[in-house]
DNA sequence: ATGGCTGAGCTACTCAGA
C-alpha cells in the first residue's frame, strides 16, 4: 500500500500537479496539508474521477489538511486536539493492512515564527497536547502512523545550513526535543531510520533561487509505531514534483508498507 | 540573507508561510 504525505499549499491552486503526480505515482492513499479551502470548495470531483474518496477538514485561507483515498477509511475524526485558535490542523482515521488496524493521523504542525511572539507559544502548546494525545491514544492502538508537515527540522543534517535556523521555530532544540520525546514514545522517523547518513529534503522556498541551489530542509515525516517497522517497504522523498510549472513549495515524501 | 516569492481574499493590500 502506497501512502504519501504532501504540503500542497493550497489545493485548488495544485489540482494539475496533484492530478499528474496521482498519475505517474497512483498512491492508494494522499495526506495532505495546506489545502487553504473550505470544505465547500474542495475540488471533490476532480479527485473522484480518478478512484479517490476524499476526505476534508477545511478552513477559509489557511491551514486545512484532507485523506484522499482509493481503499476505505474508516472513523475520521477531526477532532485530535481542541485546538485555541479552531485551525484545521489534524484530521484522523483508520485503515485495515493485513490484519492490522492501523490508526492515520495527519497533521499540520503551526509554523510558530516569529520565535519572540504567540506563535511560537501555540506552537509549543499545540505540541505539548499533540504528544500528550499521543501516549493516550496508545493505550488503545499501539499501530500509529504519524505523517505530515511537522515544522521541524529533527537535526542539524536535516537543513542546507543549521546554523542559520538554531534559533529559528523550527530548529529550536527545544522544538527538536519535543520531537525527540515523541519518537520516544515507540516511533521511528521513517525515512531517518532507513537513511542513516543520507542528506535529503522536503521543502525549499519560493524565493532567491533556493530550490536551484538546493538550499532546502527536511521538515515533512512520517513517523511509524515500532511494531509496524517489519511492514515497511520502501521510504521515498520524490522531488519531481517540485521541479515542475507552479510547484508547492514541499514534495511529496512516499511511504510503502506491505 | 529578516530579504524575496507565492496564494487567498479580494480588486489594494495584508497576512501567512518557514
Do not use: C
Not at 484522523?92 to 507559544?121: D, F, Q, R, S
Amino acid at each position: 500500500m502506497k501512502i504519501i504525505s504532501w504540503n500542497v499549499n493550497s489545493v485548488r491552486a495544485r489540482v494539475t500537479n496533484i492530478l499528474d503526480y496521482i498519475k505517474e505515482f497512483s498512491p492508494d492513499i494522499l495526506l495532505l496539508q495546506e489545502i487553504k479551502t473550505q470544505d465547500e470548495n474542495f475540488p471533490y470531483e476532480e479527485f473522484k474521477k480518478r478512484g479517490y474518496d476524499s476526505h476534508v477538514y477545511g478552513q477559509k485561507s489557511y491551514n486545512g489538511v484532507a485523506i484522499l483515498s482509493k481503499v476505505e477509511v474508516k472513523n475520521i475524526n477531526k477532532d485530535f486536539i481542541i485546538d485555541d485558535l479552531k485551525q484545521s490542523r489534524i484530521i484522523t482515521g483508520e485503515i485495515k493492512l493485513k490484519k492490522k488496524k492501523i490508526e492515520l493521523i495527519n497533521i499540520y504542525v503551526p509554523n510558530g515564527n516569529p520565535v519572540e511572539t504567540e506563535k511560537y507559544n501555540y506552537k509549543k502548546d499545540w505540541i505539548k497536547k499533540f504528544v500528550s494525545n499521543i501516549k493516550k491514544k496508545l493505550f488503545n492502538n499501539s499501530n500509529l502512523l504519524i505523517a505530515g508537515d511537522f515544522n521541524i527540522i529533527p537535526e542539524e543534517i536535516d537543513v542546507y545550513d543549521f546554523k542559520r535556523y538554531e534559533n529559528d521555530a523550527l530548529g529550536k532544540l527545544e522544538i527538536r526535543k519535543k520531537f525527540r520525546e515523541l519518537l520516544n514514545l515507540g516511533f521511528n522517523d521513517v525515512y531517518r531510520f532507513k537513511n542513516k547518513k543520507k542528506q535529503e529534503y522536503t521543502f525549499w522556498d519560493y524565493f532567491a533561487g533556493s530550490w536551484q541551489k538546493n538550499y532546502g530542509m527536511r521538515i515533512d515525516h512520517f513517523l511509524l509505531s515500532n511494531n509496524l517497522i517489519e511492514n515497511i517497504k520502501s521510504i521515498h522523498i520524490n522531488k519531481i514534483p517540485r521541479s515542475k510549472v507552479k510547484p508547492s513549495d514541499h514534495t511529496p515524501i512516499e511511504l510503502e508498507i506491505i
